[in-house]
């Protein structure tokens, strides 16, 4: 299984980012999907996930309201739309493939900075 995650970049506070996570092979609509966040110094936290037909999502308190995370199972490929960011939001984006309750396959991460 390989993930690309791709669309970050740079962006003033109030801004909005699109993020993708293109997966190889043929399993792709077979599993539940994720997001998550490394910032400068701390631990990977949870972003969002969605279930493999997209009928169930959670988000981390810290994004609810403000992100979006949606999947195209024919294009093998998941979202996850940001607005209104904050400079807290700045960090390493990371996509995974999320097997029972545990991320399980990951892409390589995209950079996220958001200014103030």
């Known amino acids: 299984v390989q993930l690309q995650a791709s669309g970050g970049g740079a962006v003033q506070a109030g801004g909005s980012l699109r993020l993708s996570c293109a997966a190889s092979?043929?399993?792709?609509?077979?599993?539940?999907m994720g997001w998550f966040r490394q910032a400068p110094g701390k631990a990977r936290e949870f972003v969002a996930r969605?279930?493999?037909?997209?009928?169930?999502?959670s988000y981390a308190d810290s994004v609810k309201g403000r992100f979006t995370i949606s999947r195209d199972n024919a294009k093998n490929t998941m979202y996850l739309q940001m607005n209104s960011l904050k400079p807290e939001d700045t960090a390493v984006y990371y996509c995974a493939r999320i097997e029972g309750a545990t991320p399980r396959y990951w892409g390589q991460g995209t950079l996220v900075t958001v200014s103030s």
């Open positions: 969605i279930s493999w037909s997209g009928g169930s999502i």
């Open positions: 092979g043929r399993t792709f609509s077979s599993y539940g």
